[in-house]
């Protein structure tokens, strides 16, 4: 009967720590995924600023070869990243897409300018930057008008702030979650070895020895986690990737594997932190506790 109910306390340990190792790694995927998001902020927040276009219209009496020239010599100004001149012909074909073929039947003459697209440097996306840049532009006598979204400029610049603050807020909430988890499933460990415990220190073993294979047990427990957490997310950021170069951009994988490196330590941490509490409250219970 002894070596029975050994075996069945046994099973729910063995239990417990595989639901425990399944449920901190869970925990510990949402925290290195809202990790790898908020390290990559930045560079998303760049991607998008980098992509926004700016659109020089020149005035009607500029030639395509007095454009040409104004967009070579703009590629080579530090803030634009990229320079396209745009003819009549290619922006009729483009306007025809959006208006349809008529749109131009009623104008004698086409009103479509020649224009050049910029993508400029994500560093100067800003309020005011814009401005200055705009002024510039606008001092040459061949530019008629600068347009670029100035609500989308604000709109990215205060997203990028509310989405870290988001971020900073989910990944403490998450670190609580796998505190509370990991100091229960040691509650119910130490629990099934109270008796042994208490036997421990009626004897004068101190906290620390009684202490250290639960430590080294949470260690172990808090890398296999990790592991599975950052193989998951690793294996999860190369399918979202597949057949596309998008989140290649996106995401700078030095830090991905700084983040996936820092989830194996993590969860190490956490676990081992969480135990060492548990076990210093716990440790030296009272006998009448005992059984209860």
Not at 195 to 224: D, E
Request: charge should be positive.
């Amino acid at each position: 009967m002894a070596a029975k109910g050994k075996n069945i306390v046994h099973k729910r340990l063995i239990r417990s720590y595989l639901t425990s190792v399944i449920s901190i790694s869970l925990v510990l995927v949402l925290v290195a995924a809202s990790s790898v998001f908020a390290v990559n902020a930045g560079s998303v927040a760049r991607w998008f600023k980098e992509n926004m276009a700016v659109s020089v219209l020149l005035k009607q009496s500029t030639s395509e070869k007095e454009g040409r020239a104004l967009a070579a010599s703009l590629a080579e100004r530090p803030y634009v990243k990229e320079s396209r001149f745009i003819s009549k012909e290619e922006g009729a074909q483009e306007m025809k897409g959006l208006l349809g073929e008529d749109f131009l039947s009623v104008f004698e003459s086409s009103p479509i300018p020649i224009s050049i697209d910029l993508k400029l440097d994500g560093d100067f996306i800003t309020a005011d930057s814009l401005e200055v840049i705009k002024t510039g532009l606008l001092d040459d006598r061949r530019v008629e008008e600068v347009v670029y979204q100035e609500s989308l400029v604000e709109a990215l610049n205060a997203n990028l702030r509310r989405i870290s603050l988001v971020l900073a807020v989910v990944i403490a909430l998450l670190l609580v979650i796998s505190f509370a988890l990991i100091s229960n499933t040691v509650r119910l460990n130490i629990y099934a070895r109270r008796f042994t415990i208490h036997t421990m220190s009626l004897v004068g073993a101190k906290r620390s020895f009684i202490a250290r294979p639960f430590l080294w047990q949470a260690a172990a427990q808090g890398a296999v986690s990790g592991v599975i957490a950052a193989t998951l997310l690793y294996l999860g950021i190369r399918w979202a990737g597949r057949g596309s170069n998008l989140l290649a951009s996106l995401l700078d994988m030095r830090l991905v594997w700084l983040v996936l490196l820092g989830t194996v330590l993590l969860g190490v941490v956490i676990c081992v932190l969480s135990t060492l509490l548990v076990v210093r409250r716990v440790a030296y219970v009272s006998k009448d506790d005992l059984y209860y």
